[in-house]
């Protein structure tokens, strides 16, 4: 019996230690995490610099309300800011950045319509659930936000066909669909977005798990050269200590005017304390590092996987990679027996397994998890 709502589909063990990139049960069974907590421990589970920040910062003052100043807010804002071009608003999730993005774009973009896209996913309170275009999400909750339409990822005549027809005022989307099967986006999809933009679309990058590091840069559009109007970020920016934020150009500041958003515990002291020894650990040689990893990681499950028939295709961006299966039925299976072998894993859409190790993974450790799922597969 439970006390707990069954709305998780738990796991029959419990995690209770954490090292590294291990995670040990209760049995004291050693694992090798690839999940960093669905994208959140993103500096293992021993970040001393971040330990040290949460335990001085809870002996000093463990909350403070928004009503004051925070000096460690201003600090995290900062370095969030790229070079000072945004203004930061904080909060504590994913989908409460994402509701913030759609507020804000409520306000600039007033009865206009916002553009998301199919398989992508933003989160499940009813803004964020309202652009995430996923059936299994949605249904249950009509009706929904009015002013959502959809469109295929990486369809760009589909795009094209949509901002021609409708009165689009925003696109949101992710650089990489997550939930969606890791599916990076395209070049020639970026340059139609790039041109929707230079018209007075407001794009909205979902950041929240592709975000701080993960793809090799501090954030992934910066591969492409991209500036968004607005963008996300959540997960791993205080590597286990809940916190999110959504950021627009200075531009758009005065839009949320005092009164027009808030939040209680957002930029909590604990979260900021946290938050900022991730961000100054996320430095041009750590990043390189990342990318290295990446690389060579892709390389060796290339080697080890790419012979295997139910193995379709492998999918990365950094150290976010996806292995699509011929036989999508089998990917719980596979994941337990991934768990007997002690490397934990996850799946996405429908026949995908999903790779996240913590960016502090050494080369060998990765090949480690390569290898078992090489055993595995």
Known sequence: MTDLLENYSRFPFSLIKGEEVYLFDENG????????????MNMGYSFEAGKIAVKTQIDALSHLSNLYQNPLQEKVAAKLSQNHEYKAFFCNSGTEANEAALKL?????????????????????FGAMSATMQEKIQAGFSPLLPDFV?????DVDGLWQVLSNQNIGAIILEMVQGEGGVLPITPEFVQVLKEAQKAGILLIIDEVQTGI????????????GLKPDIFTVAKALANG???????????????????????????????MASANEVLTAMTPDFLSEVTDKSEFFLSVLT???????????IRSVGLMLGIQLTDGQKITEILGMLRDEGLLALSAGDDVIRLLPPLIMTKAELVKGAEILEKVL
């Open 29 to 40: 069974k050693r694992y090798l995490d690839f999940t960093s907590g669905i994208g959140v």
């Open 105 to 125: 774009t409520r306000l600039i973009k007033s009865g206009q319509k916002v553009l998301a896209f199919n398989h992508g996913f933003h989160g499940r309170t």
């Open 303 to 313: 080697e080890k996987l790419s012979v295997k028939s139910q193995v379709k295709a």
């Open 213 to 224: 590091g993960r793809t090799g840069k501090l954030f992934s559009f910066e591969h492409f």
């Open 150 to 154: 959809c469109s295929d990822y990486n």
């Open 241 to 271: 200590i809940p916190t999110g934020a959504m950021l627009c150009k200075n531009e758009y500041a005065d839009y949320f005017s005092k009164g027009k958003h808030g939040s209680t515990f957002g930029g909590n002291p604990l979260a």
